[in-house]
């Protein structure tokens, strides 16, 4: 069997089968610096892009420590949204299929858009693990059904998401009820102004882990650049889905409005088109979720919510129908796929506008492919500066002419036309020789 990395941390047996099981033998950059802090108990914020493990990064180490003797909270994991908390969930019960019979951890997920008093009823034992929403979360505790006090430890995951959507103040909340000497875990692409009295609070001294932004994107990711060159953006968007016939596509969109106008547009061609946005309520999102997972749906128009908040396994292709205003949505949306070793394509369709966005994105090291869409498919195209470094050269008469005819030393009026005329008179005998010799 190969050799597990992962074996340096010295992990119970049964995460290091649920690694072998999982084809995972080597720790990610972020997985490699941030599991050895947890395990020691500090206190800790990881920024890094979605798709470099950073759930493995938190997980792990918390399920090492978890003693389940003791049936009561021992770890709290929040999630900006319902899905990502369940992605995390399913994340935990597939390490914790390994575990013994006889010493099981217990892990729950507590979301909303389920029954409150169903939950209430079933937290007469208590988990050993808890994940959910903050919102949710605090419900159960001010209900008194959630006892997190015992817990110390606390994961904020998407922390700048958090504080986006609004959870700052539920989180505040629910970390207000846990000990004082509280081993907060931190994970953000970003760590906004706004964020930095929240950590203060909570976070003496936190150790930083910060991912290098030059390895954000999956090396085995390709990039490409479609121009729309005044062409219908999203009949370019259909054709170009139609000639990948991808496993799985995901359209990314700006709003809301432009989504349903995509989705709307692609399903008039005859696509079968799943939509992901934040108008859908709780049973939408769950029914269309589930739909996706099953394949129901080979294309996906969605806004960024989706692009941090869900994780949608065996996407191909990711398209971006316009860049994001926030250049990091970008390693987030094409961070969808790509995954786990396997490889993925990124087309963006771009405007003259786009000119400053895509120099930043070449800047944090994305390497662009330019292609063309015609009708009997994609062509390699010309770069969109190449008309900017072209260099115009010289012929050797031309070359003679100058050396010939020297700028004058006092410029009278009308000199550069007598230099040009001058040159010219050489640039054609010379031409005529070369024509004689020949």
Known sequence: MKENRFNRFKFQPFIIESLNKFGFYEPTEIQERMIPLVLKGESAIGQSQTGTGKTFAFVLPILEKINPDKQEVQAVITAP??????????????????????????????????????????????????????????DLMIEKALFIHTSDVLVVDEADMMLDMGFIEDLDQVAAKMPENLQMLVFSATIPEKLKPFLKKYMENPKTVQIDSKRKAAENLQHYLLPSRHRNKKQLVHDA?????????????????????????????????????????????????????????????????????????????????????????????????????????????????????????????IQFQYVDLKKDGFVEADERNKRKTRVRKEDDAERLAKSMVKKPQKVKPGYKKKMQWEMDKIKKRKRRIDQRKK
């Open 81 to 138: 949204t319902r899905e990502l908390a369940t992605q995390i969930y399913h994340q935990i019960l597939k390490v914790t299929e390994q575990c013994s019979p006889e010493s099981p951890i217990m892990t729950r997920c507590y979301v909303g858009g389920t029954d409150k008093q169903r939950t209430i009823e079933k937290l007469k034992v208590q988990p050993h693990i808890v994940v959910g929403t903050p919102g949710r979360i605090k």
């Open 241 to 365: 889905l139609v000639q990948y016939n991808p496993y799985l596509a995901i359209v990314f969109t700006n709003t809301k409005k432009m989504a349903e106008e995509v989705a709307g547009f692609l399903s008039e061609k005859g696509l079968k088109v799943a939509r992901v946005h934040g108008d859908l309520n709780p049973r939408e999102r769950k029914k269309m979720m589930k739909q996706i997972q099953d394949l129901e749906y080979q294309y996906i128009v969605a806004t960024d919510l989706a692009s941090r908040g869900i994780d949608i396994e065996g996407i191909s292709h990711v398209i971006n129908y316009e860049l994001p205003s926030d250049l990091d949505f970008y390693i987030h949306r094409v961070g969808r796929t790509a995954r786990a070793g396997n490889s993925g394509v990124a087309l963006t369709v771009y405007e003259l506008s786009d000119e400053d966005a895509l120099n930043r994105l070449e800047k944090m090291g």
